[in-house]
């Protein structure tokens, strides 16, 4: 259906022999809505910037329409960007902001230089102000908005050039949970009213769920992992990706034969084919599939250690056999009961091994932060990326 | 593309670099030169390092420098930062308000802030002799000192005055920064406020505070405008020392001692430099590096255990440095002094050494430029000298304005060995209040090099063929007279059409380019180094240069076919000066034949001691073991036949002193 | 805590008061009276004989602050693109000759530009006299020795702000103007240029306002030809002709000027943000 209109092919960048990008392969379609996600350091705010044109890979080409742009300058290609913090002029209004790209004289096919018409370029500003619903606004200083309204300026200034792609970085990382929530809506609106690309870089899983068509999972430097979001969640390519999208159970498993799996020594029944007989794999159970039974009938049998009422089910932490794990459910289990458990095969989803195996525990130092520390975890910019070599 | 972009702008950043070090190298290169000139190289030489420590005048303005700067800071840091606080904790409007004030002595040129604390100060002294007179007048237990002038307190006040501000400056946008929650939670864990604002405020905002500090030091040594302005006669910051010397001869002491400083700066620059390149090289490299033989001492240095060392070193470092100050401030503070103002160059500073050790007396020995100069030191009350030596017609004008003492005679038996001719002199008719110091002539100095015929006559001055050689004295009674002797009218005319016709010859002469400037002791430099052709200027004055000529040039002196001025310079003594015991000792002392031996030879003026006089070629001879140049002498003591054509300067009356004033100002602008 | 601390205001206040405020007012009061203290407004009236002393003094320190801007500028520009290690060695060398006294690197350019000076002695060394016939470059004492000699002691002061401003300018602001389309030289005009205006602003003021008031160079250079209002009040209170208060009215007079012109300049620069002074 959608045309290919970005293409990374083999894309390497290092700096100062530090690699931050590995071979990065990637297409992109027309009209698709792209999230690059993994946590800090993960490559994928460099990615976001060789598409814009602010970095030239070391090796590997960018093909644009299927033409090399590698080494295009940022202010012949048509695409824009929304920056991190926004990056608005202080020295303009809103308005003259806004208007900012399209006072740049532009050079047509015969070489001349020619500027729009004041009157076009009104009339496209007070569109895009329509748009990004900030009529009224346009004298305004950028130091007299508020940071949601500032977002929307930054939209509107690199909207009102229509790009074919709009590149946004983190845009929504220095908002409140709720304008976060409605910018979201907002975001994925303008996407479909304008009929443009957009890719979207964040940390933030449950954003990029919401949001994108497609989601590119980095770590390292690396491409993880490349699907729409329910792949991504129900089909995770390995143990980093389980991890990061979404609560899950990663636990070291043999592959006995095409579709039993065997945990703690007990085999169960999965969906999974292809792997070699005995293969050791890592298994993924996330925790909304797993059923409590009476211990009795249980395919494995342990104890309640913590229970912790989230409002719409509670989280549960069982010990099976010293293995910590973390059940959803919306029935209360007491701490210190005994318990057993039935996982569908359809719930066992099993992963290969890679780097990752192993390197994500149980849930034995769960605690209601659980989801601020494991993102706190990936520390800052870069060391990601230097743990690989 | 990019890469001969850079090259071009970093050449072109060296370009900026050379042209602001090419001074400063040149300044550094001279103080190796054996000679003393700043612009002849005669071979290398570390004689000026030790002429410095022994020279009395640089080394107490390089402490007076430091003193005021160091406490200047430590003062405007500590005020500064506390009233960065209490800005930072009003309100918006009433902040902004005060921060406008605040900027003043920023924004406003230094001069005028200068001016305006010297006006400050002086009215704020006659407010307080006002008062002390009537405190004094009305109570005996206290006594109040009734006379105050400008002098290390009001440097250090004005220093502190416009160091405040910078301090704010950088202080105030670390407060804006500041996240206050850590003072709250400081508080919360058990801090007292005040415990809090030492272990949280200050470390927070302690970068500003140092950045504060380290530009208010480098502001306080760099300045000079405001010091000039505030500092009166009796300190004299290094600056003010250079101004000083600028107009005459920069002495190469000073270019050592600057190169001293300088070179102090950049070892302290580099270091810590090198410091922080190593700090971020460590950091890369990691912990995995092995810490060098420095840093583990540095390490273990900073134990805790090693706490009382650190503090009891600090301790000793502060205690020294008080000591230091206090010491310096002993030595020059409590014994008997005297405050004398004299010329430049005008003493065997050996005579100072002379008399302190003979006496126990320690002499303050400050310079002005001119008789005027010293007026106007005088009049806008930043003067405190015992004793000043004005020539004849300044001291007629200072005794016709009631500011001088009379002396008493039965102090100074050196009196009696002044020649008659040089008492009772118009100016000070019955001699109350004189003891003659030198006296010569004035007269044109020319580089015979440079003129193709002989000088003989004022008119050289206004010749067109010299335009742009001459220099023009920079004073209007020297610079006028000149002309009014040419034109064969009394130097002390008071008819204004005559005064006014010498100045237009002087005037049209300045229109056609013939002065290259208008300057005072800045002739001997230029002079010397055959800078200008012609000049006028004192006999003594004269054969100094010839001492310093640069090679190519030969000076000859003249006193002109149409006369010229003879005239005595005179020690007096000011109307109430504090030390008169001290101030008739002195001029005592320089009366002496010795000492009139010892200054005629040093600064080559004539001696009114009229032994000095006659005994001063044999002394020659005997000390230097060969004959006085008798020509030199004849030109230093002025024959009978020249005095003869030669008049002295009378005091005018107030309506020509107003005249010579604006005409002189009027050829300036 | 608020209230505690602007208690520490009080102390400064008073001590801007008397420091800063009384003395300013005694000038005004210096400037409108006679020497007897009768009001008067003579002092301004005696004014118009200076006027070329005006004239001179805001003409070579316009003539100074635009060259140092014209220098200062592109090397701000350009050493901010330079790498950190670069950047903390120029500011460096920027900063150190301020440890030397000024009178003194002023004095050391009056051995340079002498008639026999360094300068000339080269210019004869090379052959260059000769071939002009002439003996010696006529420089000092000419309102080009002044003027070099206020660049030369002012030029660090346009240097410092203008680099402090270019160097803390948001690199994704650069960005986004290159994203939006500009060219280097675009984004230069448009967003570099107006951006740093406020140091621009700031450095402007931190030359001139020293170049119209300066006395000692004007001195040492100009050889005394080339009287400048620092001068002329110089020569009213510690100079050769004693008048405080003729001093202290041209010394308003000029605040004054100086004052307009900074208003004019920053109602010119407004809304650029806080000028960053330093």
Redesign the interface.
Known sequence: MAKELIRLSDCTMSFDGEVVLDGINLYINDEEFLTLLGPSGCGKTTTLRII???LTPTSGDVLFDGVRINSV????RT???V???Y?????LNVYENIA??LR?P?TDASGHKARLPEGEIDQRVMEMLEIVNLRGFEKR?ITQLSGGQQQRVAIA??LV?RPRVLLLDEPLGALDLKLRKDMQNELKRIQKAMGITFIYVTHDQEEALAMSDTVVVMDGGKIQQIGTPEDIYNEPKNAFVADFIGESNILDGIMRQDGVVELFNRRFQCLDKGFEKDEAVDVVIRPEDIDIVPEDQGQLRGTVTSVTFKGMQYDIIVDFYGFKWLIQTTDLSPVGSRIGIKIDPDGIHVMRKSQYSGMFGDYSSYSEEYEEISDANYGPEGEGSGDEE | MRKTNRAGSRLLIGLVFLFLYAPIILLIIFSFNAGDSSAVWKGFSLDWYGRLFRNRLIMESVYTTLLVSLLATVIATAAGTFAAIGLYSLGRKRREALLTVNNIPMINADIVTGVSLCLFFVAFFQGWGSFARWFNSVQSAVELPERLVLGFTTLLLAHVAFNIPYVILNVAPKLRQMDRNPMDAAQDLGCTWMGAFWKVMLPEIKPGIVSGALIAFTMSIDDFIISYFTAGSSSSTLAMAIYGMTKKRVTPEINAISTLLFLSVLVLLVLSNLKEVRQEARERLGAARKPSGLERARQRFSEPRYLWVRRGLAAALACGFIGVVGFLSYVTGSRPVVNVCSWGEYIDPALIDQFEEETGIRVNYQTAESNETLYSLLKSGGADYDVIVPSDYMIGRLIAEDMLEPLDYSQIPNYGLIEDRFKNLPFDPDNQYTVPYTWGTLGIIYNANAVEEEITSWGALYDDRHAGEVLLINNSRDAIGEALFYLGYSVNTTDPAEIRQAYELVAGANRRGVFQGRVMDEIFQKMEGGNAAIATYYAGDYLSMVDNQAEGVDLAFVVPEEGSNWFVDAMCMLKDAPHQREAHMWMNFIASTEANLANMDYIWYASPNGKALELYPEWYEEEYGEPLDMELYQIMAAPAEVLERCTMYQNLDAGTLALYNDLWTELGI | MRNKLSWFAVPYVAWMALMVVIPILIMVVYAFTTAQFQGTLENFSEMGAYTSVFLRSFRLALVATLICLLIGYPVSYWMAREGAGFQRVAMALIMLPMWMNFLLRTYSWMSILENNGLLNQFFRAIGLLELLGVDYLPMIGTPGAVVLGMVYNYLPFMILPVYSVIVKLDHSLLEAARDLGADSALVFRKVILPLSLPGVLSGVTMVFVPSVSTFAISRLLGGGTQMMLGDLIELQFLGGSYDPHLGAAISMVMMAIVVACMVVMNRFGEGEGEAALL
């Not at chain 1, 300058?73 to 012949?76: D, R, V």
């Not at chain 1, 990056?87 to 020295?91: K, M, N, S």
């Open positions: 814009g044109g602010f300058p940022p202010h012949k695409i824009n960007t920056f991190q913090k990056a608005l002029f202080p020295h900012f790209g740049i532009k200083r200034r690199a050039n």
